[in-house]
């Protein structure tokens, strides 16, 4: 059964193996359950941590970048 996150950014999924794809889906249902809801861009960015296509430090930092951003603004440069 495809999953909510699959039948809106059904591009985002196109190609993955069904490990990825149920890793990704999976990561983005906890967050949801948390009470945060996923966006298109956390989605995009869970398919190319799971693809080696970017690091760890590198997912943390843009997912850091759309929390400062959603709280109000870019806060790197306070530090």
Not at 3 to 25: H, K, N, Y
Request: hydrophobic letters at 45%.
């Amino acid at each position: 059964m495809e999953s909510r996150f699959e039948s809106t950014w059904p591009e985002v999924f196109a190609g993955l193996d069904a490990t990825v794809r149920q890793s990704v889906v999976a990561t983005l249902a906890d967050a949801a359950l948390a009470g945060t809801e996923p966006t298109r861009q956390d989605a995009v960015d869970l398919v190319a941590l799971a693809c080696g296509d970017i690091s760890e430090a590198e997912y943390r930092r843009r997912t850091a970048e759309r929390v400062a951003g959603a709280l109000g603004g870019d806060r790197s440069a306070e530090a």
